[in-house]
T-cell receptor, first 114, second 111 residues
């Protein structure tokens, strides 16, 4: 059974640019959550999607957005990149949207903003 | 995570000793408490979880305890081994599916 797949693995962007990250969940998983991981802030919740609907949102500016497609694949977009957006972006998929059933994380996308 | 406090931030133990990590939370609606282990350069992996209707759960050398009244839960690792060295994250979740993570504990097991 394939795990959670995130692409690309590494990305270098310039300040002001925008970026799109992709996440393919485990087959059958309908919930996809996104987290930002930095050394100083730990794992910060960005948003969660279930059946193409955003169910939860964290405390991030509107530059961070996402969507989910009918096949449960999800994308997140960051516009007008800032140096502080450099981080590991992790997505996690789950069978159920409630009570965090068995989140499985992908390997992440390492974003560097220069 | 702003709603979950995790202590200590670093923990050094001798191989064979026990390690204990503690987390406190504030949201009374929280009903799911997983623990994740993240080795250097790898993804976080779920190692054990507990739901609010259970006070303790064990899986071989790891155990988690939950005190809902006091709003804290702990991870216990017994007979630590070098491969237990990693960053451990606690988290709390509610029925809406959002997980809030603690800041993590760097565990170092020295032979």
């Amino acid at each position: 059974k394939a795990g959670v797949t995130q692409t690309p693995r590494y990305l270098i962007k310039t300040r002001g640019q925008q970026v799109t990250l992709s996440c393919s969940p485990i087959s059958g998983h309908r919930s996809v959550s996104w987290y930002q991981q930095t050394p100083g802030q730990g794992l910060q919740f960005l948003f969660e999607y279930f059946s193409e609907t955003q169910r939860n949102k964290g405390n991030f500016p509107g530059r961070f957005s996402g969507r989910q497609f009918s096949n449960s694949r999800s994308e997140m977009n960051v516009s007008t990149l800032e140096l502080g957006d450099s981080a590991l972006y992790l997505c996690a998929s789950s069978l159920n949207t409630g009570v965090g059933y068995g989140y499985t994380f992908g390997s992440g996308t390492r974003l560097t903003v220069v | 995570g702003e709603n979950v406090e995790q202590h200590p931030s670093t923990l050094s133990v001798q191989e064979g000793d026990s390690a204990v990590i503690k987390c406190t939370y504030s949201d009374s609606a929280s009903n799911y408490f997983p623990w994740y282990k993240q080795e250097l350069g790898k993804r976080p992996q779920l190692i054990i979880d507990i739901r609010s209707n259970v006070g303790e759960k064990k899986d071989q050398r790891i155990a988690v305890t939950l005190n809902k009244t006091a709003k804290h839960f702990s991870l216990h690792i017994t007979e630590t081994q070098p491969e237990d060295s990693a960053v451990y994250f606690c988290a709390e979740g509610d029925s809406w599916g959002k997980l809030q993570f603690g800041a993590g504990t760097q565990v170092v097991v020295t032979p």
